[in-house]
């Protein structure tokens, strides 16, 4: 045997032990360290993560801090998941920190939002945090058709289960547009509206159901300029 026809065998037979030891042994080592929290992970657990194409590692990690925060859900929700682009850990993440923000959500919630293309983490911080949206020379219309530019600020509070339908501040914002537009041209001309702006204000806050069901208006502000 050439020294060259060595060379390939010793080449394929590393070749061998590598791909078996990172199939069997990685696997191994892995389970050792997840049977410290939870011994009713076995090797067939991993095995069968490996089969569906899923990375172990992410999986479990995901599993076990879910366990230890005591959020419901199973190793098969997470390989699912995986299996459908979705990082199972930010999913486990995203539920831990809406529960340290007391406004806890399941798992099928942060999924099911991860599936409209939002981010489960951004959903949560505009559901904990308010958000200031203003607009400048908004132009409105009195019945005697006087022109108003309007100055509006509004500080919201999301509910986090209606941005599942899709509902967003743009569409917030467009419909609380919609009816201050609308509002202003019951008024007979601008000095009217200036005069009612506040109670104008209260109106909105307290007769739009929408206005307390897919955001909480904290604060709105609204001033009506000729």
């Known amino acids: 045997m050439t020294f060259g026809n060595c060379f390939i065998v010793v ?12 199939n069997f042994c990685c696997p191994i080592k892995l389970l050792l360290q997840c049977r410290k929290y939870d011994k009713s992970i076995n ?35 997470l390989k699912t998941h995986k299996i459908n682009c979705f990082e199972p850990e930010t999913i486990v993440n995203s539920i831990i920190i809406s529960q340290k923000r007391c406004l806890p959500i399941d798992f099928e919630t942060a999924v099911t939002l991860h599936v409209s293309g939002k981010n489960p983490l951004y959903c949560i911080k505009q559901c ?43 569409y917030f914002f467009n419909k609380l547009l919609n009816t201050i537009y609308e509002i202003a041209g019951k008024y007979s001309n601008a000095d009217d509206l200036k005069k009612f702006q506040k109670e104008i204000c209260e109106r909105i806050i307290k007769e739009h159901p929408d206005y307390n069901t897919i955001y909480k208006i904290i604060d709105l502000t609204i001033c009506f300029r000729v």
């Open 11 to 22: 080449a394929i037979v590393l070749a061998v032990v590598f791909i078996v030891f990172n």
């Open 43 to 77: 090797l067939k657990t991993i095995l069968g993560i490996l089969k569906s194409g899923c990375n172990p590692k992410k999986v479990l990690n995901a599993y076990l801090t879910a366990k230890q925060a005591s959020i419901a859900v199973s190793i098969e929700q």
């Open 128 to 170: 904990t945090t308010p958000q200031v949206i203003s607009t400048k020379d908004f132009i409105c219309h009195t019945k005697d058709g006087d022109c108003i530019k309007t100055d509006i600020t509004t500080t919201l509070l999301c509910n986090c289960e209606k941005l599942l339908d899709g509902k967003d501040e743009e």
